[in-house]
């Protein structure tokens, strides 16, 4: 029988991809959005990826337990996959409260309607990196103990323990993938490598002159969000449910990723780099470096494509997207 999957957060990066995935393997796909009036504008990742047309998409929040419940109930999934967010950390400290109720409420929410709706499907909650924030350990696994710097990590926190919980007290076969920082031409502009590579894009093109960061010497563990969907599905392949960090094992500063993408443009990056006090965290993450071993060996899973590949990748679509842009 054909396989279902239920998704929030599909109109996402990794949602986007993750279903790309799905559907490639033959399942149904569902898909939680936030009743919108702008219909039609929150799926262009979905058809950048050109699957918009396979996936159903269902109104849901995280917020509102009975609406996920229906859902639940409705679609009967085999696998439920959580990823939607409040997922900017930057947002985080201006909007506290909302990411309290989205990215850890958000978590319980869902689990009780999975628990209620759907106790026989397999459930993958999207833990972070950023959980680790003040790094107990200069290389982090799934023992490191958690020292969250941000509202976005302390969120990200409850939903993976609250995750672990649900999985030991009521026996569901939930799974948690601790994930290090993954991207992709369908990263948010806000997110620095996509600003990275639109930034580059624009001076290219002769639409900026300068590109403003923040503290360019921070390190983080890079990888492509299609690898990383990738652990997700395996995950919930095995027969026991578990919590795995997947990341690659390479760390890279701000300053070095920002080479890349100005290298592969043509570009001398300081030339154009301004660095601005304004993008500075409150409370920094200064480095990010995962042991993926675990997932190496039990779900077999490795990455597959380098940070130079990615990162010339986010340029190159960026670079087409900013020559589509109507002239002002």
């Known amino acids: 029988m054909t396989k279902r999957a239920l998704l929030t957060g599909i109109t996402g ?3 986007a991809y993750l279903a790309e995935l799905l559907l490639s393997k033959g399942y149904e796909v569902f898909g939680v959005i936030r009743r919108s009036s702008h219909r039609g504008v929150e799926d262009h990742r979905l058809r950048w990826l050109g699957v918009a047309d396979k996936v159903k998409l269902l109104d849901g929040d995280l917020a509102d337990l009975s609406s996920l419940l229906r859902i639940v109930q409705d679609v009967r999934p085999d696998e439920i996959y959580n990823l939607a967010a409040q997922s900017y950390v930057a947002s985080s400290w201006r909007q506290p409260i909302l990411t309290a109720n989205i990215t850890a409420v958000g978590v319980a929410n869902m689990l009780e309607a999975t628990r209620i709706g759907a106790p026989g499907a397999r459930f993958y909650q999207a833990s972070s990196s950023e959980m680790f924030g003040l ?15 941000s509202p976005y990590a302390v969120a990200k926190l409850y939903g993976h323990w609250i995750t672990v919980n649900y999985r030991e007290s009521f026996g569901l076969h939930a799974s948690s993938g601790i994930l290090f920082n993954h991207e992709s031409p369908l990263r948010g502009i806000e997110f620095v490598t996509r600003k990275v590579t639109d930034g580059v894009a624009r001076i290219k093109l002769g639409k900026a002159k300068e590109l403003r960061l923040g503290n360019i010497d921070a390190k983080r563990d890079w990888g492509h969000a299609r690898d990383y969907v990738r652990a997700m599905w395996l995950m919930l392949q095995q027969e026991q449910p578990d919590d795995y960090v997947v990341a690659t094992g390479r760390t890279t500063t701000v300053r070095d990723m920002c080479k890349i993408a100005f290298a592969h443009a043509g570009l001398d990056p300081d030339a154009h780099i301004v660095i601005d006090p304004q993008f500075y965290r409150p409370a920094e993450v200064d480095i990010l470096l995962g042991d993926a071993s675990k997932a190496r060996k039990a779900l077999g899973w490795e990455p597959q494509v380098p940070l130079e590949e990615l990162i010339r990748e986010m340029v190159d679509a960026d670079i087409e997207r900013v020559k589509r842009e109507p002239a002002v």
Do not use: A, L, M
């Open 13 to 15: 990066q990794d949602g």
């Open 135 to 149: 790094i107990q350990e200069p290389v982090q696994s799934e023992k490191t103990p958690f020292y969250p710097r």
